[in-house]
């Protein structure tokens, strides 16, 4: 069965402070992988998207990474600031037909705090 | 630019009710999908729709749940006759065209309760 793991389920971390998120997917074939940010009460944005040839992608202040042999990513947030507390999502769609059909983990809390 | 817009953003309904759901895609896009989130639960696929026509709903339950995409104006999910287990998110995602790398922008989400 398709899945997607995430991991921590939640994190606080202080202003200023790097963190890590980590991704597991068991989804193939494999097209590519997302990164979301979800703020309460909105929708999912997106962050960072992947093919299955590419190992790293920044946006700003977030890198990705991608391991597609171990089928693991990362998000890693650096110098993080209190408007980044949200929920990111590990999204992956599968290479076939339906392929818009995403795969959504749970996702990660992230509270920073002054 | 208007991103997608959905409404309610948020709907009671008591058991046995129905729920619509209005999901209005980007300007420019004709490619709409329907998402359910349970609480402490990802994103779920419900249905994918193009206009007028519904491309994949094998993640829609096969009873009271439908959608519609018609030729004007919004797309719409219903529920029928709701249950406490309805009670979710739903979000609705459009895109310009669909490919494995193609970018859903996601609305804002209704939020049902059933009482």
């Known amino acids: 069965k398709n899945q997607v793991e995430q991991s921590p389920q939640s994190l606080i971390i202080l202003e200023g402070k790097n963190c890590t998120l980590q991704c597991n997917y068991t989804v193939s074939p494999f097209s590519n992988l997302r990164w979301y940010k979800q703020d309460t009460g909105r929708g999912p944005v997106s962050l960072t998207i992947m093919t299955f040839s590419e190992n790293t992608k920044s946006n700003g202040r977030y890198t990705a990474t991608l391991d597609a042999d171990t089928k693991q990513s990362s998000l890693h947030i650096t110098a993080s600031q209190l408007s980044d507390s949200a929920s990111y999502i590990c999204?992956?769609?599968?290479?076939?037909?339906?392929?818009?059909?995403?795969?959504f983990g749970s996702g990660t809390r992230l509270l920073v705090r002054p | 630019n208007a991103g997608v817009m959905q409404n309610p953003r948020h709907l009671v309904r008591r058991r046995g009710q129905e729920a619509r759901l209005r999901c209005s895609p980007m300007?420019?896009?004709?490619?709409v999908y329907w998402y359910r989130q349970l609480p402490e639960e990802g994103l779920k696929f419900m249905v994918y729709?193009?206009?007028?026509?519904?491309?994949?709903e094998s993640g829609m339950p096969k009873e009271r749940f439908s959608a519609e995409f018609p030729k004007e104006g919004p797309s719409i999910l219903r529920i029928q006759q709701v249950v406490r287990g309805d009670s979710a998110a739903y979000f609705c995602?459009?895109?310009?065209?669909?490919?494995?790398?193609?970018?859903?922008?996601f609305g804002p989400g209704t939020r049902l309760t059933v009482l």
């Open positions: 995602a459009s895109s310009p065209f669909t490919s494995s790398y193609n970018e859903q922008f």
């Open positions: 729709l193009q206009k007028e026509n519904i491309i994949d």
């Open positions: 300007k420019g896009h004709s490619h």
């Open positions: 999204v992956v769609s599968e290479r076939r037909d339906s392929s818009y059909k995403l795969i």
